[in-house]
């Protein structure tokens, strides 16, 4: 998983661009987590118990994109993904989830984020 964060100095707004099928994780970091302490401090205690064993999973609903952790995975996903799974496709079509879907481990999901505060917290 690749990923780079970007800043625009004219807007001073900050974004997160992430390799393919990884999309979905860059834009939860800028729509969702974005420069948000509280919401920061929220998931990294939920990290921390998840890692110490005092719970088996954690979902938060965003706006647009939720995120779900559990003992060895994130998945941040589009809201109305879980209404596009009941879709049947013929053989030949399927869905790239890319841009809607994506997963990682936990361990790594929680380096990304650390990553994350520290580029917002060099304004």
């Not at 999973?57 to 706006?63: A, I, S």
């Not at 589009?78 to 879907?101: H, P």
Request: aromatic content about 14%.
């Amino acid at each position: 998983m690749e990923y780079e964060f970007l800043r625009n100095t004219i807007t001073d707004t900050v974004f997160a661009r992430f390799s393919m099928d990884h999309e979905a994780l860059g834009f939860w970091l800028s729509e969702e987590l974005a420069d948000n302490l509280e919401l920061y401090n929220q998931i990294c205690d939920q990290i921390a118990r998840l890692q110490s064993g005092q719970g088996n999973d954690w979902r938060l609903v965003g706006k647009a994109i939720s995120l779900e952790l559990d003992t060895e995975q994130a998945r941040v996903f589009a809201n109305d993904i879980e209404d596009n799974e009941d879709q049947e496709l013929d053989e030949s079509m399927s869905f790239y989830d890319g841009e809607s879907e994506a997963f990682c481990g936990l361990e790594d999901f929680y380096e990304v984020i650390l990553s994350w505060r520290r580029f917002i917290d060099e304004k």
